[in-house]
Protein backbone atom coordinates (compact mmCIF):
# COMPACT_ATOMS: atom_id res chain seq x y z
CA UNK A 1 0.00 0.00 0.00
CA UNK A 2 2.69 2.18 0.62
CA UNK A 3 4.23 1.46 -2.95
CA UNK A 4 0.71 2.76 -4.50
CA UNK A 5 0.73 6.09 -2.08
CA UNK A 6 4.70 6.71 -3.36
CA UNK A 7 3.06 6.40 -6.87
CA UNK A 8 5.40 3.06 -8.16
CA UNK A 9 3.55 1.46 -10.98
CA UNK A 10 4.06 -2.11 -9.88
CA UNK A 11 2.77 -1.46 -6.39
CA UNK A 12 -0.44 0.49 -8.09
CA UNK A 13 -1.07 -2.79 -10.52
CA UNK A 14 -0.81 -5.01 -7.03
CA UNK A 15 -3.42 -2.95 -5.38
CA UNK A 16 -5.58 -3.22 -8.41
CA UNK A 17 -5.25 -6.70 -8.69
CA UNK A 18 -5.84 -6.84 -4.83
CA UNK A 19 -9.33 -5.33 -5.38
CA UNK A 20 -10.63 -7.84 -8.09
CA UNK A 21 -9.65 -10.38 -6.55
CA UNK A 22 -10.95 -9.65 -2.99
CA UNK A 23 -14.54 -8.08 -4.38
CA UNK A 24 -15.91 -10.90 -5.29
CA UNK A 25 -15.27 -13.02 -1.82
CA UNK A 26 -16.53 -9.89 0.07
CA UNK A 27 -19.10 -10.08 -1.93
CA UNK A 28 -20.13 -13.67 -0.65
CA UNK A 29 -19.29 -12.42 2.43
CA UNK A 30 -21.65 -10.12 2.90
CA UNK A 31 -24.52 -11.48 1.11
CA UNK A 32 -23.78 -15.05 3.43
CA UNK A 33 -24.28 -12.39 6.57
CA UNK A 34 -27.52 -11.44 4.81
CA UNK A 35 -29.10 -14.46 4.62
CA UNK A 36 -28.02 -15.21 7.85
CA UNK A 37 -29.78 -12.17 9.41
CA UNK A 38 -32.84 -13.64 7.06
CA UNK A 39 -31.98 -16.97 8.79
CA UNK A 40 -32.59 -18.38 4.84
CA UNK A 41 -30.75 -21.61 5.71
CA UNK A 42 -31.13 -22.72 2.10
CA UNK A 43 -29.19 -19.59 0.87
CA UNK A 44 -26.62 -19.17 3.91
CA UNK A 45 -26.00 -22.93 3.25
CA UNK A 46 -25.06 -22.35 -0.33
CA UNK A 47 -23.52 -19.11 0.24
CA UNK A 48 -20.98 -20.73 2.64
CA UNK A 49 -20.06 -23.28 0.52
CA UNK A 50 -19.38 -20.56 -2.78
CA UNK A 51 -17.32 -19.00 -0.15
CA UNK A 52 -15.28 -21.94 0.89
CA UNK A 53 -14.27 -22.63 -2.12
CA UNK A 54 -13.46 -19.20 -2.88
CA UNK A 55 -11.12 -19.18 0.32
CA UNK A 56 -10.11 -23.02 -0.69
CA UNK A 57 -8.77 -21.56 -4.28
CA UNK A 58 -7.34 -18.82 -3.14
CA UNK A 59 -5.40 -20.09 -0.32
CA UNK A 60 -4.25 -23.15 -2.33
CA UNK A 61 -3.20 -20.72 -5.40
CA UNK A 62 -1.22 -19.20 -3.43
CA UNK A 63 0.93 -21.52 -1.43
CA UNK A 64 1.06 -23.36 -4.55
CA UNK A 65 3.15 -20.60 -6.13
Known amino acids: V ?3 FAL ?3 S ?5 ILALIATPILR ?3 SLVGFAM ?9 TAL ?10 EGA ?3
Open 63 to 65: TSG
Open 38 to 46: ERDAKYAGI
Open 28 to 30: VAV
Open 8 to 10: RAQ
Open 50 to 59: VLALLLFSLI
Open 2 to 4: AGA
Open 12 to 16: IIQLG
